[in-house]
């Protein structure tokens, strides 16, 4: 339990850190380009922690504690870039599908940020945790 535990918050701290550096000086400036009437001011934190929490707990659940059961980062790294082109990919082809405003540089940009960074979270969390990153 301790080490599920752990998993999820080095995987989760990896995440966040990274995303709000995407956030900030790759994915806003896009979304802003092209949405930016669209934008809450301030942002919602709320809905944001409940999505975080729960995309952290489904990544490690389905990808990362396998892998690292089987010792294996590669597997969390290429799990974790299947699942984030799938969640990504369906938040961005669903707006872009749906909504006149969205453009295919925002599908592009953050399809491929949301698959790197959670690819690289899972392999992260189980790499520190397996002791590949010592």
């Known amino acids: 339990m301790l080490q599920a535990a752990l998993l999820y918050l080095v995987t989760a701290g990896v995440f966040l850190g990274l995303d709000a550096l995407g956030i900030r000086f ?4 896009v979304f802003e380009r092209h949405i930016g009437d669209l934008l809450a001011q301030p942002l919602r934190l709320g809905p944001a922690a409940l999505f ?3 995309y952290v707990a489904g990544l490690v659940w389905m990808v990362s504690w ?3 059961k089987a010792g294996d980062p590669l597997q969390a790294l290429i799990g ?3 699942l984030g082109l799938l969640c990504y990919g369906t938040y ?3 707006n872009y599908a749906t909504l006149a405003a969205w ?3 925002q599908v592009i940009i953050d399809g ?3 698959t790197v960074l959670t690819g690289f979270a899972a392999w992260a969390g189980v790499a520190a945790l ?3 990153l010592a």
């Not at 790759?26 to 400036?29: F, G, K, S």
Request: charged fraction near 15%; proline fraction near 8%.
């Open 26 to 29: 790759l994915i806003r400036p």
């Open 52 to 54: 975080y929490l729960a």
């Open 66 to 68: 396998p892998a690292l």
């Open 80 to 82: 974790g870039m299947v």
């Open 92 to 94: 961005e082809m669903t």
């Open 103 to 105: 453009s295919l540089e």
């Open 112 to 114: 491929i940020w949301g």
């Open 130 to 132: 397996s002791g590949r």
